[in-house]
């Protein structure tokens, strides 16, 4: 007889959920969750290729407590709305939390990160510009001034906020979609794709990429 420990039975849960995904038809639209994340890979996951690199349970399950402090902190939360959809011509999300005149993410952050985060003179656009520019391309579709990213403590459930003016960074989010959308017209009219460059996780991205394996036989190592 199998033993199926409490941990089996979560991951044998978390990829069943992942695998009944897995054939649902994609918007075919650019992804604010992305937003600052590798040309090349917002690209491609657009174009809905195929990922080489799948996610593995290991990190299904940092997304699982991700979703239990979303819904933990947002049950303290008064008048608000939550996975409110936000979508353009060429870009679908939903928005986190909606309240009246802000849009506001939650982002669950070890310990390391949120210690650094605390820091004096610590910046927020420089260390995480990709949850910046999608928090804020929210609030502005939705015709909201202020936007704000909640960083919460995974072991201590200590809090930050940083609140942002939406009008203080509307030409990054600008400048972000310009450069996506003149990649994408190049990659439709003649298959060239963006250069590989990582440009979130501190230079790290490419690790937790779903296409690096491709990547790594599209060119040289990087």
Not at 91 to 101: K, R
């Amino acid at each position: 007889m199998e033993f199926n420990s409490l941990q089996n039975l979560v991951d044998k849960g978390l990829l069943k959920e992942q695998d009944s995904r897995k054939d649902r038809k994609k918007s075919g639209k650019f992804v604010p969750s992305s937003f600052g994340r590798c040309y090349r890979m917002q690209v491609w996951r657009r174009d809905n290729k195929e990922e080489s690199n799948p996610i593995g349970v290991d990190t299904l399950r940092v997304f699982a407590v991700g979703k239990l402090f979303h819904k933990f902190l947002q049950g303290f939360l008064p008048d608000h709305q939550t996975e409110i959809k936000v979508e353009d011509v060429d870009v679908l999300g939903f928005a986190d939390i909606v309240f009246p005149d802000s849009v506001e993410d939650i982002k669950s952050v070890r310990s390391y990160g949120f210690k650094k985060m605390k820091g004096v003179g610590y910046d927020i656009k420089k260390d995480k510009l990709e949850y910046v520019l999608q928090v804020v391309w929210y609030a502005g579709k939705l015709g909201k001034k202020l936007a704000k990213i909640i960083a919460v403590d995974k072991d201590s459930l200590e809090i930050k906020e940083f609140p942002l003016f939406v009008e203080e960074h509307t030409a990054d989010v600008l400048r972000e979609l310009s450069a996506l959308r003149a990649y994408w017209k190049v990659y439709k009219e003649n298959g060239t794709i963006p250069p590989a460059e990582p440009r979130s996780y501190g230079g790290k991205e490419c690790k937790y990429c779903a296409y690096f394996d491709l990547c790594q036989k599209t060119e040289k190592p990087f």
